[in-house]
């Protein structure tokens, strides 16, 4: 079915293509501001998971623009703050980086506290500079658009930003949804850009994996093939700045934005590399680069090593032509080890075909939303290549969304032994909008229940072999769907699934280093420093792969390890 302009260009863990019924007769002469605002509230009131009130979506627009305006401030000054650290620690000097400031901190001041913002049902007053602007709130999304463009020429106005209407109304947009739940947003043209472009699995960029490494922007590995890799450029070389601009505080997205760009076009890059005296600079062309979906080897023993990175376009195909290549070797595939950490999801048609890669049959996944498109059981076909291999997956905090999806329908068809920490717990499914003049809509429009019938939001996968979260990395493992701010509670979450076998990760952790098992002071991205890879190799070297044997196995080799001191929490963070 063609359509004019709107339409679904894919679910962050699915993908799916309709006609929403909008086309030009919406108002394609009408002022694009006003027709871009009133097309998202029809969308969020036809496919939006819940109901919601336009009048307290706009209020919540005006109280998010004002903060988003506040927290840039506060990252320029702290990014300042970080990139003097940064820069003394470059120069040789012990410095430690800032820890979080507790949630009850006296934020840092800004320009634009003395601004006012009151609400109630029915109204909204906001002061700033002087100046006062009163309104009601009606129930006419027309009526509400032209509350909401008054206001945000007011704030304009009054607090004389040197930014124009419509990047305030894309920030007061954003913030508006972004009060649905933490997974919907505005999408500005390079956000809505660089989506597709990861969805799709292929850009225009010069093919490196960065990473930030103790504050740094590095390069974790250059992909094979590409300008990168064809300059030289190495794993753990510093990038200190792109076409003359420092990186020193900035973020990896920024990076990538900046990386990132038309084929055919150039980009340098500042490199500081161990063993040499002085930074040099490096002139690379954009090409296309295929967007890495997965890492693959096979290990010692016969057991075949898969890291999922994302779940784009390209996943599943690359699963299949990994499993192909292991089952050439020599001795087959004994077993296979499926890396899930630190992925964070993707497409759902591709969660689904991985899962079926191992699945002989049943109920992979099932989504429920308001609507009857997004209500559907997915099941496996019966046709995957590899329904009994063993099969390990490995998770963490980091593993959510498709990921999960995976974990879940394996888990529950017993078809593999899941090991490591609890899941993120994001059980819910957005899709994405393609809005006019570039921009984008990320919605939340379903929620996904595993073949047990269990939905995993706020909650996650309970691995059958479970690490509790390291003691000194506590706050960033314990990042969860169930702390983000306004997150969906789970309706259905009963009784806690309790793991098989349970241990405290840094007890095992500090044996297998006295062991010299593993090494601490390698690359962080070195196998030899990876723990639980290294433990799951040894769990695997048996004759029986069942998951009763290996359960038993693992409490055998927890039981090594001496116990580790419990260390007091800090109950003032």
């Known amino acids: 079915?063609?359509?004019?302009?709107?339409?679904?260009?894919?679910?962050?863990?699915?993908?799916?293509?309709?006609?929403?019924?909008?086309?030009?007769?919406?108002?394609?002469?009408?002022?694009?501001?006003?027709?871009?605002?009133?097309?998202?509230?029809?969308?969020?009131?036809?496919?939006?998971?819940?109901?919601?009130?336009?009048?307290?979506?706009?209020?919540?627009?005006?109280?998010?623009?004002?903060?988003?305006?506040?927290?840039?401030?506060?990252?320029?000054?702290?990014?300042?703050?970080?990139?003097?650290?940064?820069?003394?620690?470059?120069?040789?000097?012990?410095?430690?980086?800032?820890?979080?400031?507790?949630?009850?901190?006296?934020?840092?001041?800004?320009?634009?506290?003395?601004?006012?913002?009151?609400?109630?049902?029915?109204?909204?007053?906001?002061?700033?500079?002087?100046?006062?602007?009163?309104?009601?709130?009606?129930?006419?999304?027309?009526?509400?658009?032209?509350?909401?463009?008054?206001?945000?020429?007011?704030?304009?106005?009054?607090?004389?930003?040197?930014?124009?209407?419509?990047?305030?109304?894309?920030?007061?947009?954003?913030?508006?949804?972004?009060?649905?739940?933490?997974?919907?947003?505005?999408?500005?043209?390079?956000?809505?850009?660089?989506?597709?472009q990861d969805s799709e699995g292929s850009f225009g960029g010069i093919g490196i994996e960065i990473g930030l490494r103790k504050g740094f922007l590095t390069i974790i590995a250059p992909i094979e093939g590409t300008p990168a890799q064809r300059a030289g450029l190495q794993s753990q070389d510093r990038i200190t700045a792109i076409d003359h601009v420092d990186t020193l505080g900035q973020s990896t997205m920024w990076a990538v934005q900046r990386l990132r760009g038309q084929i055919g076009t150039s980009v340098m890059v500042t490199i500081k590399r161990a063993g040499r005296e002085k930074p040099f600079d490096v002139t690379l062309v954009r090409e296309k680069i295929e967007a890495v979906a997965i890492k693959a080897k096979m290990l010692p023993g016969n057991l075949g090593y898969v890291r999922l990175i994302q779940f784009n376009a390209r996943t599943a195909a690359d699963l299949k032509d990994a499993l192909r290549n292991f089952d050439h070797q020599p001795k087959g595939l004994r077993a296979l080890i499926l890396d899930l950490r630190d992925n964070p999801g993707g497409l759902l048609d591709q969660a689904v075909a991985v899962a079926d890669e191992f699945l002989p049959s049943g109920l992979i996944v099932n989504t429920i939303g308001r609507g009857v498109l997004q209500d559907r059981e997915r099941f496996a076909t019966g046709r995957g290549g590899h329904p009994q291999v063993p099969l390990v997956v490995l998770v963490n905090g980091g593993s959510a969304s498709a990921s999960e999806i995976v974990a879940g329908a394996l888990k529950d068809h017993n078809r593999a032994t899941v090991i490591g920490l609890q899941t993120f717990g994001k059980g819910s499914v957005q899709s994405i909008l393609e809005l006019r003049n570039g921009t984008g809509l990320r919605l939340t429009t379903a929620l996904y229940y595993t073949p047990s019938g269990a939905s995993i939001q706020a909650f996650g996968i309970t691995p059958h072999i479970r690490f509790d979260a390291p003691t000194n990395e506590e706050d960033f493992f314990s990042i969860s769907e169930a702390k983000l701010k306004g997150h969906f509670n789970n309706q259905e979450k009963g009784e806690e699934p309790k793991p098989l076998v349970e241990t405290d990760f840094e007890a095992t952790y500090n044996y297998y280093v006295a062991q010299k098992w593993i090494k601490p002071d390698v690359s962080i991205d070195s196998d030899e420093a990876d723990f639980l890879l290294t433990f799951t190799e040894r769990l695997l070297d048996t004759d029986d792969l069942s998951l009763p044997a290996l359960t038993a196995r693992a409490a055998q080799m927890f039981a090594q390890a001496p116990p580790q001191p419990k260390k007091p929490k800090d109950k003032s963070k």
Request: negative net charge; charged residues 20%; contains cysteine.
């Open 1 to 196: 079915m063609k359509v004019c302009r709107h339409h679904y260009l894919a679910l962050l863990i699915g993908l799916v293509c309709f006609g929403l019924g909008l086309c030009c007769a919406a108002g394609c002469t009408a002022d694009s501001n006003t027709t871009l605002v009133l097309d998202i509230f029809d969308l969020i009131d036809r496919y939006y998971i819940e109901k919601v009130d336009h009048a307290e979506m706009v209020a919540n627009a005006f109280t998010g623009l004002l903060e988003t305006l506040k927290n840039e401030v506060r990252y320029e000054k702290q990014s300042a703050m970080i990139k003097e650290i940064l820069a003394a620690r470059d120069r040789g000097e012990d410095v430690p980086l800032p820890t979080p400031e507790p949630e009850d901190a006296t934020p840092l001041p800004t320009p634009f506290d003395g601004v006012e913002i009151k609400t109630t049902p029915t109204s909204v007053t906001l002061k700033a500079g002087g100046q006062t602007f009163h309104h009601a709130l009606p129930h006419d999304k027309k009526e509400l658009n032209t509350v909401l463009q008054n206001g945000i020429t007011f704030f304009q106005n009054a607090l004389h930003l040197q930014r124009t209407h419509q990047e305030l109304l894309q920030l007061a947009l954003d913030a508006m949804i972004q009060t649905l739940d933490p997974h919907s947003g505005f999408l500005n043209p390079d956000d809505y850009k660089n989506l597709r």
